[in-house]
């Protein structure tokens, strides 16, 4: 008997247990699973798109033209995370220069991650050099 079936593995993060609950709800249906997985790729996509280089060595048009810059948003700002920092906090100066490479292709998170970390400055002109975001 030939049948096939189509099986959904979702990971997901939600504020509390009852946006968890509904997100859960909603990737039940496979058609919003297919349309959020089009958003993604068309999001990241349109988003790698803004800058083009084009060299004779293939593996550095791949870096360029996409791996670094989605590294450095996913990871860097996003996840505050790297090879050598694995802790999850903000660091004032590493962040900012990761928000001045992302400035070119998504500058409202450049302006966000700037707001953010005045918001770390002193008045002196100082700054918290790392932070944990406050949870609750």
Same mark, same amino acid.
């Given at each position: 008997?030939?049948?096939?079936?189509?099986? &959904?593995?979702?990971?997901?993060?939600?504020? *509390?247990?009852?946006? $968890?609950?509904?997100?859960?709800?909603?990737?039940?249906? &496979?058609?919003?699973?297919?349309?959020?997985?089009?958003?993604?790729?068309?999001?990241?996509?349109?988003?790698?798109?803004?800058?083009? &280089?084009?060299?004779? *060595?293939?593996?550095?048009?791949?870096?360029?033209?996409?791996?670094?810059?989605?590294?450095?948003?996913?990871?860097?700002?996003?996840?505050?995370?790297?090879?050598?920092?694995?802790?999850?906090?903000?660091?004032?100066?590493?962040?900012?220069?990761? $928000?001045? $490479?992302?400035?070119?292709?998504?500058?409202?998170?450049?302006?966000?991650?700037?707001?953010?970390?005045?918001?770390?400055?002193?008045?002196?002109?100082? &700054?918290?050099?790392?932070?944990?975001?406050?949870?609750?």
């Amino acid at each position: 008997q030939n049948e096939e079936k189509v099986i &959904v593995f979702t990971i997901s993060e939600g504020e *509390d247990e009852k946006s $968890a609950s509904a997100l859960a709800l909603k990737y039940r249906d &496979v058609y919003q699973v297919d349309r959020a997985l089009r958003e993604t790729k068309g999001f990241w996509r349109n988003l790698l798109s803004v800058i083009h &280089v084009n060299t004779p *060595d293939i593996s550095l048009n791949m870096l360029t033209n996409g791996w670094l810059m989605y590294q450095t948003i996913c990871c860097r700002l996003w996840g505050r995370s790297a090879f050598y920092q694995s802790g999850g906090a903000y660091g004032f100066r590493d962040q900012l220069q990761d $928000a001045m $490479a992302a400035s070119y292709v998504y500058p409202e998170l450049a302006k966000k991650q700037i707001i953010l970390h005045s918001s770390h400055q002193f008045l002196e002109g100082d &700054v918290q050099h790392w932070w944990h975001p406050i949870s609750g």
